[in-house]
Nanobody
Framework: QVQLQESGPGLVKPSQTLSLTCTVS??????????WNWIRQPPGKGLEWIGV???????SYSPSLKSRTFISRDTSKNQFSLQLSSVTPEDTAVYYC????????????WGQGTQVTVSS
């Protein structure tokens, strides 16, 4: 059973960098045909895809967030991470990590989500 767990600070000050890590158990992030995603949900709004890192380490980002987003991985720890720079209160959201199989639509495993609030 694959499990994903987000971790990181719950409070970030404006203009700083938000950093989150997703720890994966029950499967390797380098296994072919899986991609590892970051998604967020601001209060009162729908889900927003932030970006992805593939099993091969390739990355892709949402055009609206691309200039501020960096996704990386540590294969020795079976983790992948999100950095979102120059945050504002509009970046306040529940942040999720999720796995997708490249041949399917949708995500088959999700983390429980972590609340991140941007406030001074």
């Amino acid at each position: 059973q694959v499990q994903l767990q987000e971790s990181g600070p719950g409070l970030v000050k404006p203009s700083q960098t938000l950093s989150l890590t997703c720890t994966v158990s029950g499967g390797s992030i380098t296994t072919s045909y899986y991609t590892w995603n970051w998604i967020r949900q601001p209060p009162g709004k729908g889900l927003e895809w932030i970006g992805v890192i593939g099993y091969d380490g390739s990355t892709s980002y949402s055009p609206s967030l691309k200039s501020r987003t960096f996704i990386s991985r540590d294969t020795s720890k079976n983790q992948f991470s999100l950095q979102l720079s120059s945050v504002t209160p509009e970046d306040t959201a529940v942040y999720y990590c999720a796995r997708q199989t490249i041949t399917t639509i949708g995500y088959n495993y999700w983390g429980q989500g972590t609340q991140v609030t941007v406030s001074s």
